[in-house]
């Protein structure tokens, strides 16, 4: 998943690698992929959400030199442009190929292969996705300080609201999503 954060902010901020500080990349590739590791295994629900959203941030900022607002926001962008890409194998899985939630859930969710496709689906769609993330991604914000506190708290407790809704909330085969 780092990897293709990485890819998500080279493809919308132009980067390119560079050669000349190798180590202190690989350094920070390693960290991440370390923590990200942690995060994943010891953590769920909407503290894992938050303290990826961190990581990827922190990323980010580091790796391309943006600054910290900058980075905050591709990592929200990124975090919720990856459901798609997450539910297309699943929707795929049971939709196309017939298979049972539970089969889907027990032997697919969390695997190499399930992942592999996962980032794949992510790349393209952040390539196809290129020119509107960028002109999101050069938008000026405000310089109001209150109005930034509020539009930051606002969208937290949305999210939050959503997110207590969606984990509440039970599939049916009646409801159409």
Do not use: R
């Not at 998500?8 to 923590?35: D, H, M, S, Y």
């Amino acid at each position: 998943m780092i990897i293709t954060v990485y890819y998500f902010g080279q493809i919308i901020l132009n980067n390119e690698f560079k050669i000349k500080k190798l180590l202190k990349t690989w350094l920070i590739f390693l960290t991440a992929i370390i923590l990200h590791t942690i995060i994943y295994l010891y953590t769920d629900g909407i503290i894992k959400t938050l303290l990826l959203c961190i990581l990827y941030s922190l990323f980010l900022s580091l790796i391309f030199k943006t600054s910290y607002w900058k980075s905050s926001l591709m990592s929200i962008i990124y975090t919720l442009l990856m459901i798609i890409p997450d539910l297309l194998p699943l929707a795929g899985a049971i939709y196309i190929f017939n298979v049972s939630k539970d089969f889907c859930y027990e032997n697919l969710t969390g695997s190499i292969i399930s992942n592999i496709c996962v980032c794949s689906i992510m790349i393209i769609f952040t390539y196809l996705l290129k020119k509107p993330l960028k002109v999101l991604m050069n938008y000026k914000l405000s310089e109001n300080k209150k109005i930034v506190i509020i539009s930051v708290l606002a969208t937290i407790f949305t999210a939050i609201f959503f997110y207590k809704f969606a984990t509440g909330y039970k599939m049916n085969q009646d409801v159409l999503i």
